[in-house]
């Protein structure tokens, strides 16, 4: 059965067969009058993928082939929460093809926006689309107020002394730096100036050990130092860098009434409860230390992303350390959190619990 449409002067002639989509459309204007054929290789379009690339929006997709071998256009659309729809991946970001494979760029993303992007292929002569696949499903991504930038290495001090940690390189005034504070003794060790203390959680016993998280914005300094303070005790601390999405962006900001720490005492890392965010846009970040070596991963993501497994060598024997993020959209509502796995099993977890915006 043959159906014949009329749209904007445009005749559209689509023929359906049980084995491969077929269009054909008849293009009539004052600049050219053609019927052009073709049989693609999908009958659906392709759905593209996006990845947060700070500051822009990578997309990716597989392509889209017509029997005449004649070269395929794409036209990306993105719809934000916002209410904006946008042209995008155009001019100098415009989708290369490199084999089956489709990429591009949105160079115009802002934060605290959810957008979604779908694509459309498309047969052009003389500058003007004859044939479309029709725009493909839509992909969401949220797209945060900061996000992770670089971890910087970590320092051990000698027992009963001090050590330097490097403040990432590349680090700009305003971005949000994060002190990760370990220790094989459950005492608090000093916070050092200038830092303001998150969380703070130990536990005593065999497996005794401690976790601290402090915050500050970031200056032109390069390195801050950490003290052990504990008889016979090394403790180690690393800096993790968040920056600002966009430089307009207000100077980040504490996300939650309180962060939340705690010590599991199961072979799975099971963190109990919610977190419920006080501001938009956040972005979430799950802290673990055990003691030991081990291999962490999140067996139940609840949207979290593993930014960081690292064992490391201090007083008493080695400890793993870990983090995931998860960006958050909405403010108020309950935020699942990750459950974390070791590998080999460990039975004594501490966390800790922060978000930013």
């Known amino acids: 059965m043959k159906r014949l449409g009329r749209t904007l002067g445009v005749i559209t002639l689509l023929s359906a067969t049980s084995t491969s989509a077929a269009l054909f459309s ?13 049989a693609f290789t999908s009958s659906v379009a392709p759905v593209p993928v996006p990845t947060l690339t700070p500051p822009s929006v990578a997309l990716s997709w597989s392509t889209v082939s017509i029997d005449s071998g004649a070269p395929i256009s794409y036209l990306v659309e993105r719809q934000g929460s916002d209410g904006s729809t946008t042209n995008v991946c155009v001019g100098a970001n415009s989708p290369v093809v490199s084999g089956n494979a489709v990429t591009c760029t949105d160079s115009t993303p802002k934060s605290s926006v959810t957008y979604s992007y779908r694509q459309t292929a498309r047969l052009l002569r003389s500058g003007l689309p004859t044939w479309t696949l029709g725009p493909s499903a839509t992909t969401p991504i949220v797209v945060p107020t900061i996000y992770l930038r670089s971890i910087g290495p970590v320092a ?7 050590a330097s940690v490097s403040i990432p ?28 203390r998150l969380a703070s959680i130990g536990a005593g016993g065999g497996s005794a050990s401690h976790l601290l998280v402090a ?42 009434n309180a962060a939340v720490a705690g010590r599991i005492a199961t072979p799975q890392g099971l963190i109990p409860g919610t977190l419920r965010p006080t501001k938009p846009y956040p972005t979430v970040i799950s802290f673990v230390v055990t003691a030991g070596s081990h291999d962490l991963s999140l067996s139940t993501a609840n949207g979290f992303n593993l930014a960081q ?49």
């Not at 700009?172 to 994060?178: E, M, N, S, V």
């Not at 950490?226 to 993790?240: D, E, L, N, Q, W």
């Not at 007083?315 to 509502?333: A, L, Y």
């Open 169 to 196: 390189t590349g680090t700009a005034q305003g971005d949000l730096l994060l002190l990760v504070i370990t220790s094989t003794k459950n005492s608090e060790p000093p916070i050092p100036s200038g830092w303001t």
């Open 26 to 38: 008849a293009e009539s204007n004052v600049a050219v009058t053609r019927l052009t054929g073709a």
């Open 309 to 357: 497994s690292d064992t490391y060598g201090v007083s008493g024997g080695n400890e793993t350390f870990g983090f995931s993020t998860r960006v958050v959209e909405s403010s108020g509502v309950s935020v699942p959190l990750p459950t974390w796995e070791a590998t080999p099993v460990t039975t004594d977890w501490l966390y800790a619990l922060v978000a930013f915006a």
């Open 156 to 162: 051990v001090t000698p027992k009963n002394g001090s």
């Open 215 to 256: 915050y500050r914005i970031a200056d032109t300094a390069s390195a801050v130092t950490i003290t052990s303070t504990s008889g016979g005790t090394t403790i180690a601390g690393r800096v993790i860098r968040f920056s600002k999405w966009s430089l307009s962006n207000p100077e980040p900001a504490l996300a939650v």
